[in-house]
Every structure is written in structure tokens, then in C-alpha cells.
């Protein structure tokens, strides 16, 4: 028998976290091993459980959301993490993922996205709200092209085309959109994808785009209105 996923839900509302753990309910593989109202509490459960998800309110007694986040993507780098809030603005959406949140989730609309995210996150990819990822969206589309200037070693084993194709893959584009971009075929876009994996020694999508932030290929400052 496969081993359940382990969830822990960090939510200062008692019945919003009953909500929570109904819509997970409806998933047999999934379960809710722990709850907390603050952020502390919410600390020591993670310790306590060793989760391998994590939903995290933006707005908590103790700290924020964002802090827990930090908190939590430093003691336990392989967990996911899913942002639950009533916030839709960008800024805030581009704060979680940069604290380390690799799921954002919209409290109105959880009913329909949250198995969807969770079914994302735990493959290692990151999940962004339909309710407000257009809105993302249109705000990359307005930011200026901008030159950057990387030092990595490892970046630099990288061809000019496998730079280009890992920016297009960490800002979201999909190896077909990639392939329609550059002219060139999905197979191709994919040998470029697994080249570049093996030269940064990177496993999931959601360590791609981490690496890309971290240089600088993907600015989340900018995600403002």
C-alpha cells in the first residue's frame, strides 16, 4: 500500500480549516496529520509531523505567512508549501514565492483549486490560482527586457541556447510554447531541457525556477502592480 501524503494545515479560523480538511478528504491518498492557529504552533507541528505539505493563511496571530514560509524553507528545504489566503495581489503573490511557498491558493475559490494544486506541488512543480495567475501573467508581459550579469560556474557551462531556453522554462512557458518561440521542435526544446538539468544538477521544475530566481534570470520584484 502506497503511503498516505501527510498534510499540515496552519490556519487561525477552526472552521476554515474544517473546510480544508473536507476538500482534502475527498483525495484517499491524502491526510491532514496536524493543525495549528498561529505560527509558532504551526513551526512545531512541522517539526512534530515532518509533513510533506504544508498550508500556510497569510495572516496570523504570532507572524505572517511569508515568515512562516522563510521559517519553514530553511528547516525543511523538500517540503511543499501552499499559500491558503483571501490575498490576490500580485505583490503579495510574488512575496510567498519568494519566502519559498511553491503553491498559492485563493480561500474562494479553494473548493476547485486546492486538489489540483496539491496534486502540483507534490510533483515539484509550482501552482498559481487560476483566479489570479491572467493577472500575473499580464504584468510579466509589461516588464522590460533586462540584461543580466551571472557569475555561476555552473550557468556558464550552459550554451547561449540552453540560457535562452532556461529562462523561457523558469518564467512558465511550456516546452511547446518554447518550441513555437525559438522555432524549433519539442524534442529538441526537450534534449535542451535535460541538458541543462544535468549541467545545473537540478531534478524538478520547481528547483529550475528557484535556481532561476536566485541569479536573477526571473526578477519576482518587479511582480507589482
Partial sequence: MTDKVSIVIVDDHPLFREGLKTIIGRNPQYEVVGEAGSGQQGL???????????????????????????????????????IVTMHSKVDYISEAFQAGATGYVIKESAAEGLLKGIETVLRGDYFLDSAVSSQVVQTLMKLPGKETKIT?????????????????????????????????SPKTVENHRANIMNKLDLHSTLELVRYAAKLGLIDMDLWTN
Avoid: C, V
Fill in 44 to 82: 512545531e507541528m512541522a517539526r512534530q509531523t515532518k509533513a510533506d505539505l504544508i498550508m500556510i493563511d497569510l495572516s496570523l496571530p504570532d507572524m505572517n505567512g511569508i515568515q512562516l514560509t522563510r521559517k519553514l524553507r530553511t528547516e525543511f528545504p523538500a517540503t511543499a508549501i501552499i
Fill in 152 to 184: 555561476d560556474a555552473h550557468y556558464a557551462t550552459l550554451t547561449a541556447r540552453e540560457q535562452e531556453i532556461l529562462r523561457l522554462l523558469a518564467e512558465g512557458m511550456s516546452t511547446r510554447e518554447i518550441a513555437e518561440k525559438l522555432y524549433i
